[in-house]
């Protein structure tokens, strides 16, 4: 298992609030496997492989997550066995499932978290895309997250 901390093929953002933010936004990021792959060979860094997590949204510390989900807008049809967690994979006391979990790639859809139970963020941290069962080749979803300012 992997922990790829980099962004190539999609932008996770940065660990701080935009300008535009004051008390509660949703971050978003579009993660296109095609697009992702074909980043990370060009780079010439290490493939994808199950087990592996995408650090996918950053999130400042002080923040409160309400709910958060993965939503698979293009159905993966050819490695159509991965499936998704979406939670913390290191560091919290969170889950790495704790928004969704076990996500079939091969079917779109939106999975998600309700307000049942807020995830309070202390210090500075990732929401993470752990690839359970295997790497997607070609699949496109959207993670997102509804965050409250806290600070």
Known sequence: MTAFT??????????????????????QVELDFAAIIAARSAAGV?????????????LPAGSIVLAAGVN??????????????????????YAANVYANDVVSNTTGLKAADLANPSVIVTADTIDLLLNTAAPVNCVVNVFAIVANAN
């Open 46 to 58: 290490a493939a994808l492989a199950a087990t592996d997590t995408l650090q996918v949204i950053s």
């Open 6 to 27: 980099d962004s190539l093929g999609f932008n996770k953002g940065t660990a701080a609030y935009p300008a535009n933010v004051t008390d509660i936004s949703k971050f």
């Open 72 to 93: 698979v807008t293009s159905a993966e049809t050819t490695n159509t066995t991965a499936t998704f967690d979406l939670g913390f994979t290191g560091g919290t006391p």
